[in-house]
Every structure is written in structure tokens, then in C-alpha cells.
């Protein structure tokens, strides 16, 4: 996923990140392995209130019109996403409250805790027209040997992360 919060607790930031689905059969709940963030702010309060591994890149934004495109770096390491929005401005409106709460729990391990919560969201999703991406497979996964089926733009978007139940590990 790749977001720009205009509005959080902790002020306006970009991220890009990768979300583990879950595996039923295996009893494992999803993770965030990977994200990348815009803020020092950010980084702090992921990891410190819900165990996301978060870490502090730039974001190179480019915006006109229906095309968008970012470059994100961190440290020497650079990866670059576009996107071609739709003319249609229609799609179709997404709530947590319809979709089971078990693919929604999100479960993560940081340094030496865990950390449970179930995020909530609604927005309306619109089909993209286009997408590509320049990956660094040494900064995220090797995007380039992924098969790209579809790719949402949602602007109208409302996330809420609640406060994470946080056990030591043993």
C-alpha cells in the first residue's frame, strides 16, 4: 500500500508498505514486514505503540492530473512507483465492519513484545487505469517479478488503529 495521510494524530506523512495476508490453516495472523514513512514522528509512534517496524525515507512526489508518481528513498536506496488514475470517478465504497475480523487482526513482534490490534477503515475505492514501478530489491521486495492484476486509488479514505494489546514475550 502506498498512502499519503493529509491528516493523523501526529500530523500529515507519507508511507509505503507491505501487509502479510493471514494463513488460517497455519493460525497466523497478518503483519506489516516492511514500511516505509515520511516522519521521525511517525517512525516513533508505529513502533512504540503498535510494533511496526517503521522506517524514515523521503518521498518525491509528482502530481498532474490523473498521473501520479513518487520516488522513495531511503538512505542510498531508491524504489519508484506511477499510477494512472481512471476518468470514471465512481468505484465503490469499502467498510472493515463487512469483511471477518480475523483477516483484519494484525499481530507483530517488537523487541521483545507483542502486539495485537484490528484496524478499522472505509473509503470508496476507484479502479486505476495504470500502474508501474521501479524496484530496489536490496530497499523492498522485487516488485518487477510480480504479476500486477489490479491496483485501487481510494480518495476518500477514514483508517483508525486502535490501541494495540501488548504482551512480553517469553
Known amino acids: 500500500m502506498w498512502v499519503r495521510y493529509h491528516a493523523s494524530p501526529i500530523g500529515a506523512y507519507d508511507e509505503l508498505l507491505i501487509l502479510d495476508h493471514p494463513l488460517f490453516r497455519q493460525r497466523r495472523l497478518s503483519t506489516i514486514p516492511k514500511i516505509f514513512v515520511s516522519t521521525e514522528s511517525s517512525v516513533q509512534h508505529g513502533q512504540q505503540l503498535w510494533g511496526i517496524p517503521k522506517q524514515l525515507a523521503s518521498f518525491d512526489w509528482n502530481i498532474?492530473?490523473?498521473?501520479?508518481?513518487?520516488?522513495?528513498?531511503?538512505?542510498?536506496?531508491?524504489?519508484?512507483?506511477?499510477?494512472?488514475?481512471?476518468?470514471k470517478q465512481h468505484g465503490f465504497y469499502i467498510d472493515s465492519r463487512y469483511i471477518p475480523a480475523a483477516l483484519l487482526k494484525i499481530q507483530q513482534t517488537w523487541q521483545g513484545k507483542s502486539y495485537q490490534f484490528n484496524p478499522s477503515f472505509r473509503g470508496r475505492l476507484i479502479p486505476l487505469k495504470y500502474t508501474?514501478?521501479?524496484?530496489?530489491?536490496?530497499?523492498?521486495?522485487?516488485?518487477?517479478?510480480?504479476?500486477?492484476?489490479?491496483?485501487?486509488?481510494?480518495?476518500?479514505?477514514?483508517?483508525?488503529?486502535?490501541?494495540?494489546?501488548?504482551s512480553t514475550l517469553v
Open 64 to 87: 498532474q492530473d490523473r498521473q501520479i508518481s513518487c520516488k522513495i528513498q531511503h538512505a542510498d536506496l531508491q524504489l519508484a512507483i506511477q499510477l494512472e488514475k481512471c476518468n
Open 132 to 166: 508501474s514501478w521501479q524496484s530496489n530489491p536490496s530497499l523492498f521486495p522485487d516488485f518487477n517479478q510480480a504479476r500486477f492484476i489490479n491496483g485501487f486509488y481510494v480518495p476518500e479514505f477514514e483508517l483508525t488503529f486502535p490501541e494495540a494489546e501488548i
